[in-house]
């Protein structure tokens, strides 16, 4: 029979923080996490960038709330992403999403937010990520890796659909483009191509000691 093993070491450093240590299966993870100045902390970056996946991990590292505000917003709404865009349209999602997100970040919650991959570039939105409460992380890869990353998931994506392969690569190349400065108002820029989502977590998880 398999025997898992977990030690958790907690001290006070000179910091002042926590330091959890977890031993599992020989893998050793190591974190800090600043209890008395937790704050709200934001992933951005395109569709396929890792959001939502990255932000659940480092949630669970930092012992904190995960929010993704496209499952936020579809819970509201008792509707899809696809469906909300299908049935109302962008303009209402994006008026939607930027409420959604006001009610959020007003809050006096402490989490971790995916946000969705437009979301910073709409309403003025990308103004939240400069809020003295946030840390923010941009999520960054190359056109290469968000083709391969988002090839296999066309259908679920609402705004590449209808897209077939040759058109595919052009339009992430214009929309990395045409959202690059509002991506590049986040605090901190993570390189994410060749990186398993646990990398990038513990990346994060290692900045914000």
């Known amino acids: 029979m398999r025997v898992q093993i977990y030690v958790l070491i907690i001290y006070f ?3 002042f923080c926590l330091k959890f240590v977890f031993l599992k299966d020989s893998f050793l993870i ?26 659940a991990l480092l949630a669970k590292m930092l012992n904190q709330k995960h929010l993704d505000l496209d499952q936020y917003i579809a819970k509201k ?28 970040m007003e809050s ?10 437009g979301t910073p570039c709409y309403a003025n939105n990308h103004l939240f990520l400069q809020s003295a409460d946030v840390y923010s992380f941009y999520l ?5 890796t968000f083709y391969r990353r988002v090839s296999d998931s066309k259908a679920t994506r609402p705004l590449l659909a209808q897209k077939d392969a040759s058109e595919l690569k052009e339009y992430i190349a214009k929309h990395l ?12 820029i993570i390189a994410t191509d060749y990186k398993t989502e646990s990398e990038v977590a513990l990346e994060i998880a290692d900045l914000l000691t």
């Open 108 to 117: 006096n919650e402490s989490f971790v937010m995916s946000m969705g991959g």
């Open 30 to 55: 190591a974190y800090n996490t600043r209890f008395y100045l937790m704050k709200k902390i934001i992933l951005l970056g395109y569709m396929g960038s890792g959001k939502s996946s990255v932000g």
């Open 77 to 104: 709404e008792g509707l899809s992403i696809s469906e909300l865009f299908q049935t109302k349209g962008e303009l209402y999602f994006r008026k939607l999403e930027h409420l959604c997100l006001k009610e959020l």
């Open 177 to 188: 483009f045409d959202r690059s400065f509002y991506y590049h108002q986040a605090n901190h």
């Open 140 to 144: 960054k890869a190359s056109i290469d």
């Open 13 to 15: 450093s000179k910091q």
